[in-house]
């Protein structure tokens, strides 16, 4: 059985007073090895009896405390990378290979650096494929942001991860597969790019959707580049894509008003709970102009007031912005309906998945007779492409921002006061909704001559 610990090197570094962390490996009589932890400490702090950094005491400094409380979870964490490297190791008989000191002092030294950056266990192969370079940006970004795990229950039994950049990041790991299927992290140039673009717009996507794919792909390339694992990447860094001919954007999917009311008001059949609370959950958002990622982390405890509020505060999931949303006779009504109810976590709503909610107001918009056309018109390329579907067919989470939007501008509300409770960081993201409000225009034509 392997043993890890922990010990302090013997030279102090002149300029801070502090000593490195070692770590000694023993697998077995004939596998003993030592190596670098990059953790450096003060030698007073750290317990020589029992191989630790010692607990900060009470009356220390808070930073101070909270430093070695780092470093202690460091040290903790790499004595678990180093107990799993071990195992893989040892089930590939690769320990045994290792004979002479150099290859064990080699392979305590790439132990370590993988466990600072997990791009070095790829580096070990010659040939590094984009794909396998996509996996690791893919899991140390979902590390870094605290992405969320997938709900298996909701059918789709392959997706890890509930975030909407893990589905476009997977779309992109599919397509360059598509393109070229064993695509070396070597061979990626500018050109590459530029090809990714012109195969995307072959394969028949929209322009909007060309431009997503090739942000995300050169997402995964700077990254690379940052970290060492690209070599062309300050020319990839410095290349532009040929521009693409974008339609003007137009926010065509939200609710009218008298839409609006007919679903707030509808009366549902018992049985039909389910899509009760995906109308209520759907028209808060309409009212308050939230996401639904941040509605999903709604608390009762944000509202000023439990049992007659005015307000809510919380820091946006998305954007990390502080939002204060006042609310008005339909959120306020909502709130009321379910601050009693329980919930997990305090949740102001009982907790309902995107998809679910996207099926469920897909239902519910065809009871209601909401089939009215909404056409868009796109490009492919430098080919027009006008879609036209059924407003049932493609409702979803986000046409209830949209709702809020117009119809807030349509009541006479500037799209900078808009923009203090929606969180938009320009007037150019308002265009879209402005397009939209021709009865604003229309009534101060009428009223003002």
């Keep these: 059985m392997a043993t890890i610990s922990y010990r302090l090197s013997g030279k102090t570094d002149k300029a801070s007073g502090k000593v490195q962390v070692l770590v000694d490996v023993s697998v077995s009589r004939n596998f003993r090895v030592r190596g670098k932890t990059r953790v450096y400490v003060m030698p007073k702090e750290w317990d020589e009896q029992n191989g630790c950094i010692k607990k900060a005491s009470r009356v220390s400094k808070v930073e101070k405390q909270i430093e070695q409380q780092e470093l202690t979870k460091t040290l903790n964490r790499l004595k678990e990378h180093i107990s799993t490297m071990i195992t893989e190791a040892d089930d590939r008989k690769e320990l045994d290979e290792m004979t002479s000191p150099e290859s064990r002092q080699e392979w305590i030294e790439y132990v370590v650096a993988s466990f600072y950056d997990p791009c070095v266990v790829l580096t070990r192969n010659n040939k590094l494929s984009f794909q396998d370079f996509a996996d690791v940006y893919v899991k140390v970004r979902s590390k870094e942001e605290g992405w969320q795990l997938a709900d298996k229950s909701s059918g789709n039994k392959k997706k890890v991860w509930d975030h909407p950049c893990y589905d476009k990041l997977c779309a992109v790991q599919t397509q360059v597969k598509k393109m070229n299927s064993g695509l070396l992290m070597d061979e990626i140039t500018a050109q590459t790019v530029d090809d990714y673009q012109a195969f995307l717009i ?77 109308r209520d959950r759907f028209c808060f958002c309409c009212a308050t102009s939230l996401r639904h990622s941040d509605l999903a982390i709604l608390k009762k405890v944000y509202f000023n007031d439990h049992d007659n509020p005015t307000s809510f505060s919380m820091m946006s999931k998305k954007t990390y912005d502080d939002l204060t949303i006042f609310l008005n006779r339909y959120s306020k009504a909502l709130y009321l309906k379910y601050k009693d109810v329980p919930s997990p976590d305090g949740l102001l709503f009982p907790p309902k998945s995107n998809q679910k909610m996207n099926d469920n107001l897909k239902v519910i918009a065809k009871m209601l007779g909401f089939t009215r056309d909404i056409s868009k018109m796109q490009f492919s390329g430098k080919e027009r492409v006008e879609e036209t579907n059924r407003l049932c067919d493609v409702i979803g989470t986000h046409s209830a921002r949209r709702t809020f939007v117009v119809h807030a501008l349509e009541k006479g509300w500037s799209p900078q006061l808009v923009m203090t409770f929606t969180g938009h960081e320009d007037y150019d993201s308002m265009k879209p909704y402005i397009a939209l409000t021709d009865k604003v225009r229309m009534d101060m034509m009428a009223n003002n001559f």
């Design 202 to 278: 072959k394969e028949g996507y929209l322009n909007s959707t060309v431009q997503n794919h090739i942000s995300y792909f050169k997402q995964i390339l700077l990254w690379a580049y940052d970290r060492g694992y690209l070599k062309h990447g300050k020319e990839i860094a410095r290349h532009k894509t040929k521009a693409l001919k974008m339609s003007k954007p137009k926010a065509v999917n939200f609710l009218r008003w008298d839409e609006f009311l007919k679903l707030y008001n509808y009366k549902f059949a018992p049985g039909q709970e389910h899509l009760e609370l995906t």
